[in-house]
């Protein structure tokens, strides 16, 4: 699934999991990949931490310091995530913080569809019974976290600039959530939650790897990325130029330069398949999926009056071609009112959300510190290293440096 190859050099350096306890996990199982979240308590002093008070209204409560931690896998190989899970013993945490004895049944937060389909092979595999929560309020609680409390969280990105974007605490709501995943979900979101999916479309991530991979051979969603990246669209694409002679249509504000049909070229070429270049039928396939979406998003958010719009899931990668497209098309189809902003957790919200919704059940809150810059751990490094992302891929998702409150 890791795309880079190079060692991540990072501000603070990431624990060695012997160094740390591993508190608590929740996962999100969606169609094409396998979200997991877990907090790793810190290893100095952990005796003396666990027993500090807090003035924030929990007197009495003890605070475990530590990081939530961030891994995925792809869901066709679920197998290597129960591995990882089994090896780094995460599974019996569920058990410790529940107050579960031997016999009892260990418990693990979960969401997405992937909780139900295979709730019987992690109760056969790890002997942990998947509690369920409900995806579009994981999505929604996960999002809200991140803006909420996690400083430099969301972004801007066109034309190569990436800004990040400060948040009004005071003036969050209502916003528009445009989730990314195999297929894609709009989100209205009035508070927390308040929400209520609007729209939503079926060509998303799950189109761009299959067709891609249908197309090119291509055997993983960021060996597809990889590709289109050295791609050029205008190969395959009819351009409003191929059609006007070169010039633009000025009338209607169309540039020469303006897609007129995604893969239109194909028509009038008298080319086979094979005759056009992988990158070349990647990057117009990925461009033709984002444009879609971005348009699609800022109609939902015109039709609600709603200026800020949010985009997530693992769709992005942090991937600079993919935002830039999604931000020119908000961009463009909003005459520069809208603009679309990225989160640097971009694919964690569903298990984030699920995370916390081990509230109910012994937290009484999460207090987040700071970002510690460290790579997710990727299913084909087995988890045991990190990788700092390739050129393509702007964002890092690093660890999250925090404290749990236990009732």
């Not at 709501?173 to 989730?179: A, D, E, I, K, M």
């Not at 694409?237 to 070169?246: N, P, R, S």
């Not at 463009?332 to 984030?352: N, P, Q, T, V, Y």
Request: aromatic share 8%.
């Amino acid at each position: 699934m890791e795309i880079g190859n190079l060692e991540n050099h990072a501000r603070s350096e990431p624990m060695e999991e012997s160094q740390a306890q591993i508190s608590h996990l929740a996962l999100d199982i969606g169609g094409s990949l396998v979200k997991l979240v877990y907090f790793s308590q810190n290893s100095e002093d952990d005796s003396s931490k666990s027993n500090v008070q807090v003035s924030n209204g929990n007197k009495g409560a003890a605070v475990i310091e530590g990081k939530l931690q961030f891994a995925k896998f792809e869901t066709a190989k679920i197998h290597d995530c129960i591995d990882f899970i089994k090896s780094k013993q995460l599974r019996l945490t569920g058990c410790q913080h529940n107050g579960a004895s031997a016999n009892e049944e260990c418990v693990i937060k979960a969401t997405g569809g992937g909780a139900y389909k295979f709730a019987d092979l992690f109760k056969e595999k790890l002997g942990v019974c998947l509690s369920k929560e409900d995806e579009m309020d994981s999505l929604v609680a996960g999002a809200n976290f991140l803006l909420k409390s996690v400083q430099d969280e969301a972004f801007t990105y066109m034309d190569g600039q990436k800004e990040f974007a400060q948040i009004d605490q005071d003036n969050l709501y209502p916003y528009l959530l445009v989730n990314i995943g195999s297929g894609v979900s709009m989100i209205k979101v009035d508070g927390p939650g308040k929400f209520e999916r609007v729209s939503g479309t079926n060509v998303g991530g799950g189109t761009f790897w299959g067709l891609g991979r249908l197309l090119t051979k291509c055997k993983s969603f960021d060996e597809l990325l990889e590709l289109s990246h050295r791609g050029n669209n205008r190969v395959i694409d009819m351009l409003v130029g191929d059609i006007y002679g070169g010039t633009d249509y000025k009338k209607i504000g169309l540039t020469s330069t303006a897609i007129a049909s995604s893969f239109g070229k194909a028509i009038s070429d008298n080319k086979e398949l094979e005759d056009y270049k992988p990158e070349d039928v990647t990057r117009s396939l990925l461009r033709m999926i984002s444009n879609n979406i971005g348009q699609i998003s800022y109609l939902n958010a015109l039709r609600f009056g709603l200026k800020r719009i949010f985009f997530a899931g693992f769709f992005l990668r942090g991937h600079a071609y993919t935002m830039d497209t999604i931000a020119v098309a908000v961009h463009f189809w909003s005459k520069g009112e809208a603009k679309a902003m990225f989160l640097r957790h971009e694919g964690f919200l569903g298990a984030l959300g699920a995370f916390m919704s081990y509230e109910k059940h012994g937290f009484d809150n999460l207090m987040v510190h700071q970002l510690v810059q460290q790579s997710p751990i990727c299913a084909s490094h087995g988890g045991d290293k990190t990788h700092s992302p390739a050129d393509s891929e702007l964002n890092d998702n690093p660890s999250i440096d925090c404290s749990l409150c236990l009732s």
